[in-house]
Structures are given as structure tokens and as C-alpha cells.
């Protein structure tokens, strides 16, 4: 299944990620709301894609 993905920049360390439509909205409005968001630790414990997505709408 492909996926369209958008460059995004993450307030916590700086660095650009591809992230799918729905990451992309969440990660964006939990750091709006000061939230952060730790890309290693979402990657270490589901790994890419809707796991991603599904671990940023359960923790944050």
C-alpha cells in the first residue's frame, strides 16, 4: 500500500522525517500543545508506519 508523506521537522531535535498523513497531523498538534514527541523510542517499540501512528495516538 503506498502512502503520501511530508517532510517534517521535529521541534525536539531538529531533524526531518517522513511521516505519513496521519503521523504528520498528530505529531504536529501534540507539539503545538507542548507535547514532544520521541521518535527513537516510537521506532524502538513499533517500528514505521500505522504502528507509528498508533503509538502517537496512544501516548500522547
Not at 511530508?6 to 497531523?25: E, N, Q, Y
Amino acid at each position: 500500500m503506498r502512502k503520501h508523506v511530508s517532510p517534517h521537522r521535529s521541534r525536539r531535535d531538529g531533524l526531518r522525517r517522513l511521516l505519513c498523513t496521519g503521523c504528520f497531523s498528530d505529531v504536529t498538534l501534540a507539539e503545538e500543545r507542548g507535547g514532544v514527541v520521541d521518535f527513537d523510542q516510537a521506532a524502538a517499540l513499533e517500528g514505521p508506519g500505522e504502528d507509528l501512528l498508533t503509538w502517537l495516538r496512544g501516548d500522547l
